[in-house]
Structure formats: C-alpha cells, structure tokens
C-alpha cells in the first residue's frame, strides 16, 4: 500500500498525458504522506514496520519484539525475525510498484524519457555527487526513525511504533520531504528504493532504459546508516529531552 501510492503519486506527476502531469515536488510530498498513513493503518499489526531503516533503528534502540501486544501478534526480535521482516518489506515494494507499472501502463508507454519512467520506481540525485547523496540520505533518515521513536516517549502513549497514530509518521514524511528531500528524492527507506528498482528492472517497460545500479547503493547504505545511528542516539538524548 504504501509504496502503490508513493510511486503511484510520483507516475501521477511524471509521466505525460497524466491528469495530475506537472503537479510539482509538494504533491509528492503529499503523495508520500498519504502512501505511508495508509501503510502504517495496514500494517498496524506488524508494530507497523514498512521501512529497514526503521525496523533497525528499532533494534539499535533495544527493542525486544516486533507487533502489536493488543492483538497479540507480538514477536522475539532475533536474526531472523529481523531478517523475515525486511525481506517482507521488499517483497511489499515490489508488488507495490508493479501495480503502480500496471495502474499507469499506458502513461508509461506515451513518457518519451527513460529518466522519467525510472523515477517512478526509485529515487536519484538532483546532483550526482556519491558522498553527499548519502549525506542527504542519512540526515533524512535520521530524522524520520529519531522521531518515530521520540513519538514512543511521549506522555500517554505506550513505547514502541505500533502504539503510534498513523497520521503524526505520515505529516512527518511529508516535513521531510519538504525540507530535505530536494537533493535526492529522500528514499529514507531501502525497501522502498530497491524493491521498485528491482521491479523497474524486470518489468516490459517499453523504452526504460538503465535501472542505474551504479546508485543503487546510496538510498540502501545512507538509511540503514541514519536509522542505526537514530536508534543509538536516542538511548542516550530522548531520557534527556523528554523529561
């Protein structure tokens, strides 16, 4: 659900002939924000995990299971309940951007830019630069998987993802697209990236051109590396900050 309506937002304004062609970056950024409120409401049961990056930072913050105790779905977090649960992750991406392909497939057969058919599918640098790219993807990261966790400590609610509103992550995904995600499409999700990439890879795209692996690794390696150091970080200052 949430990567369905996140690429299917971007197609919406990527691709030509759309009734939404040129809607600019903020309905992307609305787009997302809806795709996620929508994700985390699904996937209330699974302590609502969409996102590597976040179910890392989670595990880095100490979390020792995974679910929802009010519908009893909760899980030992162990090697392969993480590993079950990102590979769960990408499998979702890939199904999402595949219904996306089939939502707009005549679009994709009118768009003459192979650039823009992949955009749809996954993120790219506004400014090709390997080091800052990953900087960008960090920062964003950070953000999202610190606050998420902040909202767990804030008075009334109970800790962990699953007892938080969908609406507070999806307004958060929209502040980070607004602020951050100009210099690099904000991925700040791996699962997110590389199940449409895959998808953009293997799917009759007519003219699509380069998958561009060779940035792949970026919107992977920079939200693993913001959500861990979210995590950590967030043992140390939330105790502080939320006094």
Request: net charge positive; with cysteine.
């Amino acid at each position: 659900m949430l990567v369905l309506l996140g690429t299917g937002v971007v197609a919406n304004v990527a691709l030509i002939k759309n009734k939404g062609f040129n809607g600019g970056f903020l309905m992307v950024n609305f787009g997302w924000g809806i795709a996620v409120f929508s994700g985390v409401v699904v996937a209330y049961n699974s302590g609502a995990h969409l996102n590597p990056a976040v179910t890392l930072g989670l595990v880095a913050n100490g979390a020792k299971a995974f679910g929802n105790a009010a519908a009893h779905t909760l899980v030992p977090v162990n090697f392969v309940t993480v590993l079950l649960y990102i590979v769960a992750q990408l499998i979702g991406a890939f199904i999402g951007a595949c219904l996306t392909f089939l939502a707009y497939k005549k679009h994709f057969d009118e768009e003459p830019d192979p650039g823009n058919k992949l955009g749809v599918f996954s993120t790219g640098p506004a400014i090709r630069s390997y080091a800052w790219n990953l900087v960008t993807e960090i920062i964003g990261t950070f953000v999202l998987v610190f606050v998420v966790i902040a909202f767990g400590h804030q008075p009334g609610t109970a800790a962990g993802l699953a007892a938080l509103g969908a609406l507070p992550v999806a307004l958060l995904v929209v502040g980070i697209g607004a602020s951050l995600g100009g210099p690099t499409g904000y991925a700040i999700n791996p699962a997110r990236d590389l199940g449409p990439r895959i998808a953009h890879a293997v799917l009759p795209i007519r003219g699509k051109g380069t998958s561009d692996w060779s940035y792949s690794w970026v919107p992977i390696v920079g939200p693993i590396i913001g959500g861990l150091l979210a995590g950590w970080l967030a043992l140390l200052l939330l105790p502080i900050l939320t006094k």
